[in-house]
């Protein structure tokens, strides 16, 4: 609230409290979604006249350490319509954020009984439900919506990697409002590092639909892999994200495997320090025997990047991954942890992912990024003002560019280069209007 001279009046008179002034609140916003938009939102939205209304900038209102482009939970808040807002928004996975929308609990039955008693048993996945910085608090504590008061049964907005179709939480069951596509989100394969490689990981410099289909199912022999039959001594095996992420869903619907269906998943010193939680240790030089996680992954993007940094030397399997492109550049140079080594880019049925190869469409690993709204919500609500402001489809006068038009002007998919063999830094999102293909469905392969 404002002190105007009329408030100043009231407080004179002991009609208002100073304090009540004080405590007057923005209306929140809930937003829950695909990490891989966090760095670009973050920029976007502290940009005068993207997200926010023409000529303003958002602000970050949650203090250290949800203050940065890499925190788990932020808050932003500037003038939406001519209403000032703050929007609360935790990064989860795209999935887990589409079921934090629409209300459906995403649960997980695990039986790694290697790690009896927290890896065995049915959780919900983490993530769902969400847990958001609460207004209350200054920003500086979570909780879940249904610990907040005033705070809506479903996170208001939610970023998914793809669109409802292929969604664990389907449209004919949780019609979300669909606000559009905001851009393509591009994803690429990895191998682990080895400090001192055999010849197996020298001959893996190539992964194919067919084989990655077979990997999801159980490690391969090398060979199937290389075309070698001297490389069987090794396998190849895949590693990666739980239930709740999207870079798991496209992975998947790229390698056309129902997004249902369990895989075979194995990582390095993975652990269960909470029931139903997998996370990992960190003796990347010295990572002990590779462990079979079966249909379970990682909920945060780190640490499933962060496999491919241990050191495979001596195991007898090549760890594959697939990651999108920030999480990539992590594990290959720019977040390799202490003791870890670099993963290595390899291509996807001969091609290396890069902009022009997404948008010509010879690369077939990506998604769209939508912006749903939760179950019922109106366009014209504050929600769906909010969720028009970042897809760019805002009627109201004088609202902000919009994600797309803020994509299109930064240089967004115009990089020169690919992911290899010689790295040349590549777009985490690409603007559609660049994209001269289209996919049929999620999992179609693109066509002109």
């Given at each position: 609230?404002?002190?105007?001279?009329?408030?100043?009046?009231?407080?004179g008179?002991g009609?208002l409290s100073?304090?009540?002034?004080?405590?007057?609140?923005n209306?929140?916003?809930?937003?829950?979604?695909a990490?891989a938009?966090r760095s670009t939102l973050?920029?976007?939205?502290t940009?005068a006249?993207?997200?926010?209304?023409?000529?303003?900038?958002g602000?970050?209102?949650?203090p250290?350490?949800n203050?940065t482009?890499t925190?788990g939970?932020?808050?932003?808040e500037g003038?939406?319509?001519?209403t000032?807002?703050?929007?609360s928004?935790?990064?989860?996975?795209?999935e887990a954020g589409?079921?934090?929308?629409?209300?459906n609990?995403?649960?997980?039955?695990?039986?790694?009984?290697?790690?009896?008693p927290n890896?065995v048993?049915?959780y919900?996945?983490p993530?769902?439900?969400?847990?958001?910085?609460t207004q209350?608090s200054?920003?500086?504590?979570?909780a879940?919506?249904?610990?907040?008061?005033?705070?809506?049964?479903?996170?208001?907005?939610?970023?998914?990697?793809?669109s409802?179709?292929?969604?664990l939480t389907?449209?004919s069951?949780?019609?979300?409002?669909?606000?559009?596509?905001?851009?393509?989100?591009?994803?690429t394969?990895?191998?682990g590092?080895?400090?001192?490689?055999d010849q197996?990981w020298?001959?893996?410099?190539?992964?194919?639909t067919?084989?990655?289909?077979?990997?999801?199912g159980a490690?391969?022999?090398?060979g199937?892999?290389?075309?070698?039959p001297?490389d069987n001594?090794d396998s190849?095996?895949?590693?990666?994200?739980?239930?709740?992420?999207?870079?798991?869903?496209n992975?998947?619907?790229?390698?056309?495997?129902?997004?249902?269906?369990?895989?075979d998943?194995?990582?390095?010193?993975?652990?269960?320090?909470?029931?139903g939680?997998?996370?990992?240790?960190?003796?990347?030089?010295?990572?002990g025997?590779?462990?079979?996680i079966f249909?379970d992954?990682?909920?945060?993007s780190?640490?499933?990047?962060?496999?491919?940094n241990?050191?495979?030397t001596?195991?007898?399997?090549?760890?594959?991954e697939?990651?999108?492109?920030?999480d990539?550049a992590?594990?290959?140079h720019t977040?390799?942890?202490a003791?870890?080594?670099?993963?290595?880019?390899?291509?996807?049925?001969?091609?290396y992912?890069?902009?022009?190869?997404?948008?010509?469409?010879s690369?077939?690993?990506w998604?769209?990024?939508?912006?749903?709204?939760a179950?019922?919500?109106?366009?014209t609500?504050?929600?769906?003002e909010v969720?028009?402001?970042?897809s760019g489809?805002?009627?109201?006068?004088?609202h902000?560019?919009?994600?797309?038009?803020?994509?299109?002007?930064?240089?967004?998919?115009t990089?020169?280069?690919a992911?290899?063999?010689?790295?040349?830094?590549?777009?985490?999102?690409i603007?559609?209007?660049?994209?001269?293909?289209?996919k049929?469905?999620?999992?179609g392969?693109?066509?002109?």
């Open positions: 609230m404002k002190i105007s001279k009329y408030t100043t009046a009231l407080i008179l009609i100073l304090a009540g002034v004080a405590q007057a609140a209306p929140v916003i809930y937003l829950a979604g990490s938009l973050f920029t976007a939205a940009t006249g993207v997200i926010f209304d023409a000529g303003h900038a602000t970050v209102v949650s250290s350490p203050n482009s925190a939970n932020i808050v932003f003038p939406i319509n001519g000032t807002v703050d929007i928004i935790f990064w989860t996975g795209a589409v079921a934090d929308a629409a209300g609990l995403l649960t997980q039955t695990l039986n790694n009984t290697a790690f009896a890896g048993g049915t919900p996945v993530g769902s439900p969400g847990t958001f910085l209350a200054g920003w500086t504590t979570t879940k919506l249904s610990a907040i008061p005033g705070a809506p049964a479903v996170a208001d907005l939610a970023l998914d990697d793809t409802q179709a292929v969604s389907p449209h069951l949780y019609p979300l409002v669909d606000y559009g596509a905001i851009a393509v989100v591009p994803f394969w990895l191998k590092y080895e400090h001192t490689p197996a020298n001959d893996v410099v190539n992964l194919t067919a084989e990655v289909n077979q990997i999801y490690p391969v022999s090398a199937f892999v290389t075309g070698v001297a001594v190849i095996a895949i590693t990666g994200r739980n239930l709740s992420s999207g870079t798991r869903v992975a998947l619907l790229s390698a056309q495997v129902g997004v249902t269906s369990p895989v998943q194995w990582a390095y010193q993975p652990l269960y320090n909470s029931p939680v997998l996370t990992a240790g960190t003796s990347y030089a010295s990572p025997a590779i462990t079979e249909n992954g990682f909920n945060s780190g640490v499933a990047a962060a496999q491919l241990f050191d495979g001596g195991q007898g399997v090549v760890l594959i697939p990651l999108a492109v920030p990539a992590g594990a290959t977040a390799i942890p003791g870890g080594g670099a993963a290595t880019y390899l291509p996807y049925n001969g091609v992912e890069s902009d022009a190869n997404v948008e010509n469409g690369y077939s690993i998604g769209q990024e939508h912006i749903f709204g179950v019922g919500q109106l366009p609500s504050l929600g769906g969720g028009k402001a970042i489809s805002a009627t109201y006068t004088n902000g560019t919009g994600l797309p038009a803020y994509l299109l002007a930064s240089g967004a998919g990089a020169a280069g992911v290899g063999p010689v790295y040349t830094a590549q777009s985490a999102l603007p559609e209007s660049l994209v001269v293909v289209s049929g469905s999620d999992g392969f693109p066509v002109p």
